[in-house]
């Protein structure tokens, strides 16, 4: 195949970054049982565990260092919802065994709203899930390494591109690329948790740690507590709001049943198995966080260079020992496998909203190497943009983490009420009251999570949602729009009556030539053009047109403004009112260069006409291309 | 004339912004007497005693306090230069009647490489004119407001901004304008000296003020001071920097003798006349504020709020007076003018360099309103990059400045004594030794100022020139191997046997079908291509091809890499390898969007194959718009 080999410099840096094109034969998936398939499909959900304790205690400070107690009734209120949410989500898996993502249930059963709605909260919670899970990663690191807490933002933007690169050259899903952080994390967290435990045993009694919170968090803490000691209602709106914040832990817990097709056969009941351990290792590893922070001596909070996992490590394994690093290397390592996730689920998402028409259309095309690389410099485009914003802290993104997912949520097991009432297969009525319960749960969820993280960040992404709502809709309306207009009818487009080609000539030379005999080829009346912007030179000119330019008659072409492209289309303008029946084929010669950097030298003409010629009809700009070097 | 309307948006937003376009019939100076020259050409030389002074200052206050004292013999000794350079230059404007700038003297008299030489010096001090006349004009703002001196970038870079649209729409350069500006920054001036002289004559005695220097810079005065102390060597070398410093008063000296065909019959003694004004009033203003700086009762320095003149005016009017803001305004507004001079001579000089083929030729083309266009646009951009990087400080962009100006104004007379050798007038030899004279001052300076200011910034300067040399030869070595390449021959390029169309079918509607009618019209041989991306969609298309296509028959390519182009350039690799004698035309139907922001929904397939064709020869792209709403 030899045309497929690298001519232009950017081709060949193309092919060094991103690799050979990937024949669509060789698309597929190996087939996962669920020993791979957790780790390929949770490291979403299971990174959650680094940084969930860290947000509700983060909330819970704020009404008093007694409150952190109530921490471990809330772990356990969202360790009920992760079963409930894994329980619905199981009917999912059995319902939609080629993949259930809420904006296929959700439009599928509910109907094109709920569809989109569910797709933009999606598409938002996965730049999310980026910009979170890195900002979480980086946070690991430093927690290991200090002194870089100068660098969160080059950090995180380093590895979102890292993490995009590998996808534009089209990462295989590979259980076993997966396996070793994802079994790692999993290892290091239940070690630390039985360890600690063991240690927690040997100590006299359970006491809440001491909190060292940043002195620049003192004041505001000082102050909710004021209110809180004021109102019963400020209390009870920040302990839902520590909820909401507990919540970020389910992010993630839909992506086995978007999979269900990568499992072994039976897809389903391996898929329902993954999900099975998935939540099962989702509860044990949030609940033992949350039992062991209780005996830490002293907690500090709100310090992005301590996360509380890594607080966790050095109490039971000592600060700067192996396991401790252990700890903070597989927490990073299972984080950046999260933002993985994304990059390949957002990209496949706006491929199916492209496909249906409701993004632009070149969403929709995957690229050589079986990836959709519009989706994924999207995807690493706004996670960037927020990472950057928020100056790659955690505390500051996570407020907005979560809303997305529970509408998603909620939709999806909307959509499967109405799945199960429309079916009708034996078992239903018991099928809706599991959906119904855990859309009503999600939806409750959805509604506290709006309301207490509202002003703090909760209303961007609400705002966000009407937005690329509307730009859907909006969308898909030009779209049926060119439709109706392209629409074949019985009556054909009228046949013009004839073509005048003309051929524009700046000066003569051998490429002029190459489109002057181009032009005698294809056309009949052919007539050069040639507009005077150097009186000096027109003499030069209309004598070697007679020289070498045949029977093709020179039409000087006035240009009292200078331009060079006004006088052609004015001159266009003119025959077409001549002869309307008429096409107007304008052939400009270009100069191909070799090297990229001799494009500066030349002119596109061809381009500048093409933007200049607006809404005429019956004109064509045809490029002869002709080659310099 | 209807077809100059605006039709697209963005033709709209470039009338509001830009204005009628003005006919080359049109294009003509107002002839100035010495009058309205003095205002046209002389606000970049007048305006640098705006800053020149201060200049100086800054750095014979690191040699000591006591010194201060010798900037007195510094400012005469600068005069006595601004007298021997006019008066070299007033040798020119006889010369050259019709512009005598140094690039045109250097490249006349010397040759290509001294003019080259000349000409990137030029460039790069219109570029330093501008962000440091800008900055000054800023300066003198802030010197009245001083809490707007958090805000040196972005009013800075706000100016230029407003300046090189004013320039893009094409400013008269009418006597009038500028004349306010400049003849209000005389009077104010001269109104200083003298009511300043007063004020100091009744001073006691003549005392060097007491200097009040930034914090910060006190440790680097310490470290110098201990350096001078130290050796006679580092004294002097000071000294001859605060002498270079000064040079910058010379800046825009040459601007008359660029600008004779401007005046009034006769025009040369019309310009001659200016000029001696010029250095006149320069000389005056400049040994004016000299004397008054000694009289200060305490002079800050290296202060950005607070210019040596504004603390004139505050000392002899009183802070905050009426006459103390008169003396900010008219500062600011002359410095302003002085940039504005610079987008004036920095187009026109790109222009006859792009026209000798050193620059890329679109940089010699005027635009619809008389300007150049492109070289406003490089001028803003590099003058505000300067500014970005320096952030806005002229003590840090001072140094870089008046490098280039004496190195033109060496080559230049240099030039002139080479021209009087060849024309041997009457009295040549009087002009050889004056012209001789100044090319020897200036060239002493030029290596004073080179050396001196050399690790403050100089040796960037000394780089770029060497760059923008290298660019030039470069770029007219491009241009002449393209002419020989283009050169026509006796032999004449050889003529196709054939053409074959071929019309690219995404999917068939109303839009192809008048792409198709085009070919038809145009092509014997004439075939439609369909790149199979979508299995499904294939048999509609082909159905519908046979209802509508007429009798051009339909090629489906299979696209194993679901690349839209790579199977049509594969497939006119066979047809070549086939027909070696014939073009192929590739016929790309574009559809034509009425708004801006439906363009993302389409693709430019046009584009994109033009630009994968690389180097195949004989394949000419056609496209045939279509269009929508």
């Given at each position: 195949m030899p045309s497929r080999q690298p001519v232009t410099p950017l081709q060949r840096i193309r092919l060094a970054?991103?690799?050979?094109?990937?024949?669509?034969?060789?698309?597929?998936?190996?087939?996962?049982?669920?020993?791979?398939?957790?780790?390929?499909?949770?490291?979403?959900?299971?990174?959650?565990?680094?940084?969930a304790t860290e947000a509700v205690l983060g909330v819970l400070i704020l009404i008093s260092e007694h409150a952190l107690g109530l921490q471990m009734a809330i772990s356990i209120a969202i360790c009920v919802l992760i079963v409930v949410v894994a329980i619905s989500y199981n009917q999912t898996i059995h319902a939609y065994p080629s993949g259930g993502g809420s904006y296929i249930v959700a439009s599928d059963n509910l109907g094109e709203t709920p569809g989109l709605i569910a797709a933009a909260a999606l598409l938002i919670d996965y730049v999310l899930t980026v910009s979170v899970s890195v900002a979480a990663g980086v946070a690991a690191i430093v927690s290991a390494y200090p002194h870089l807490h100068d660098f969160l933002v080059p950090m995180s933007i380093g590895f979102i591109a890292l993490v995009a690169w590998a996808n534009l050259r089209g990462v295989r899903e590979s259980g076993a690329v997966f396996a070793v952080p994802t079994y790692a994390f999993i290892f290091?967290?239940?070690?630390?948790?039985?360890?600690?435990?063991?240690?927690?045993?040997?100590?006299?009694?359970?006491?809440?740690?001491?909190?060292?919170?940043?002195?620049?968090?003192?004041?505001?803490?000082?102050?909710?507590?004021?209110?809180?000691?004021?109102?019963?209602?400020?209390?009870?709106?920040?302990?839902?709001?520590?909820?909401?914040?507990?919540?970020?832990?389910?992010?993630?817990?839909?992506?086995?049943?978007?999979?269900?097709?990568?499992?072994?056969?039976?897809?389903?009941?391996?898929?329902?198995?993954?999900?099975?351990?998935?939540?099962?290792?989702?509860?044990?590893m949030f609940i033992g966080t949350g039992l062991l922070v209780r005996y830490l001596p002293d907690l500090a909070l709100f310090d992005a260079s301590k996360t509380v996992v890594s607080q966790l490590a050095s109490w039971a394994f000592g600060h700067g020992s192996i396991p401790f690093f252990y700890i903070q290397y597989s927490t990073a390592a299972i984080l950046i496998l999260a933002a993985n996730t994304s990059f390949a689920d957002f990209p496949r998402l706006t491929s199916l909203i492209a496909r249906d028409g409701y993004l632009p259309r070149p969403l929709a095309r995957q690229g050589d190497r079986l990836v959709f690389h519009n989706g994924i410099l999207l995807l690493a485009l706004f996670s960037c943009a927020l990472v950057w914003y928020f100056k790659g802290q955690l505390d500051a993104l996570l407020p907005m983490y979560a809303v997305g997912v529970f509408t998603a949520f909620t939709l999806s097991q909307l959509g499967m009420v109405v799945h199960w009432v429309r079916v009708k297969e034996s078992g239903w009525k018991t099928k809706v009251a599991i959906n119904g319960f855990g859309a009503t749960l999600t939806l409750i969820v959805s509604v506290i999570i709006l309301v207490t993280k509202f002003t703090e960040g909760a209303w961007l992404v609400a705002i966000l949602m009407v937005i690329l709502f509307t730009v859907f809709k909006a969308i898909k309306a030009r779209y049926r729009a060119i439709s109706a207009q392209l629409a074949l009818s019985d009556t054909p487009p009228v046949m013009p009556a004839g073509n005048i080609s003309l051929l524009l000539v700046p000066r003569v030379h051998r490429g002029i030539l190459i489109a002057l005999e181009y032009a005698q080829l294809t056309g009949l009346d052919c007539r050069a053009v040639h507009v005077g912007l150097n009186k000096k030179a027109l003499p030069e000119v209309m004598h070697q047109w007679e020289t070498f330019g045949g029977d093709v008659p020179l039409v000087v072409l006035?240009?009292?403004?200078?331009?060079?492209?006004?006088?052609?289309?004015?001159?266009?303008?003119?025959?077409?009112?001549?002869?309307?029946?008429?096409?107007?084929?304008?052939?400009?010669?270009?100069?191909?260069?070799?090297?990229?950097?001799?494009?500066?030298?030349?002119?596109?003409?061809?381009?500048?006409?093409?933007?200049?010629?607006?809404?005429?009809?019956?004109?064509?700009?045809?490029?002869?291309?002709?080659?310099l070097d």
């Open positions: 970054l991103l690799g050979r094109p990937i024949p669509t034969a060789l698309a597929h998936h190996e087939k996962l049982g669920p020993l791979l398939g957790l780790p390929v499909f949770s490291s979403d959900a299971l990174s959650s565990v680094a940084y290091g967290m239940i070690s630390l948790i039985v360890i600690g435990g063991v240690k927690a045993w040997g100590a006299h009694a359970v006491a809440l740690p001491h909190v060292v919170a940043l002195q620049d968090k003192v004041d505001m803490i000082g102050k909710e507590a004021a209110l809180v000691h004021a109102s019963n209602f400020a209390m009870w709106f920040l302990i839902l709001r520590a909820f909401a914040a507990g919540c970020t832990a389910l992010t993630g817990i839909e992506a086995v049943s978007n999979g269900v097709p990568a499992f072994k056969s039976p897809e389903s009941t391996n898929a329902s198995k993954t999900l099975g351990m998935m939540a099962a290792l989702l509860t044990i006035k240009s009292p403004y200078r331009s060079l492209i006004q006088p052609v289309l004015d001159y266009i303008d003119k025959l077409q009112e001549e002869k309307p029946d008429h096409v107007v084929t304008v052939i400009v010669p270009e100069a191909i260069a070799h090297r990229w950097y001799h494009k500066v030298l030349q002119e596109n003409v061809g381009h500048q006409l093409k933007h200049a010629l607006g809404q005429r009809k019956n004109v064509v700009v045809t490029n002869v291309r002709y080659f």
